[in-house]
């Protein structure tokens, strides 16, 4: 049976996931979108746990509201935390090709396009924009690179994930 105060604490930690979870990939999106930053084919790979661990999250948090099988919630919450940390490895993988500790994928491209301003020079652009190298950070922030900083995100969001599991009752 799950108690009140589990529930209400497996239902918060599932709303703070599914809302990092979404406010991370989102930020990415927007780094892609809105900042002009193209993102190479390892960068487009760490979003993927982003993408289904944040509706799963939220399903765990309806599922937890409404007082589903402590099980079942339980079982979501993991598997979010798996998905981060499999965000983290990624993530690990990616920095190590960016600072040359070992090679990247053979052929690391993306297909993704620049977002142009200028209707009149879509055609130039399509045929001079090349997509990043896996082994080039876009852009460093306090010495870290956006798969840096996925994996510090993607480690703390497992952690909270497994907090959210550990919770008894």
């Known amino acids: 049976m799950l ?13 703070v996931l599914a809302v990092a979870m979404a406010a991370i990939v989102g ?11 193209i993102p190479c084919a390892l960068c487009l790979t760490q979003r993927t746990p982003y993408y ?9 948090a309806v599922l ?11 079982g979501l919450l993991a598997v979010g935390g798996l998905l981060m940390l499999y965000g983290m490895v990624l993530g690990i993988y990616h ?14 491209a993306t297909s993704a396009d620049a977002v142009t301003t200028d209707a009149g020079s879509l055609l130039g652009d399509l045929s001079s924009k090349k ?5 080039a950070a876009a852009l460093r922030v306090l010495g870290l690179s956006f798969a840096g900083w996925n994996v510090i995100a ?11 599991v550990a919770i008894r009752g």
Not at 3 to 15: G, M, P
Not at 99 to 108: I, L, M, N, R, S
Not at 154 to 163: D, G
């Open 95 to 108: 920095s190590g090709v960016e600072w040359k500790w070992w090679e990247g994928p053979a052929g690391c």
């Open 131 to 135: 997509p990043p190298s896996c082994d």
């Open 154 to 164: 993607s480690a703390a969001l497992a952690a909270i994930a497994a907090r959210a």
């Open 27 to 37: 930020s990415a999106l927007a780094f892609e979108h809105i900042g002009g930053y």
């Open 52 to 60: 289904i661990g944040a509706p799963l999250m939220l399903v765990a």
């Open 64 to 74: 937890s509201y409404a007082g589903g099988p402590a099980w079942l919630v339980r």
């Open 3 to 15: 108690t009140a105060n589990a529930r209400k604490e497996r239902t918060l930690y599932s709303v």
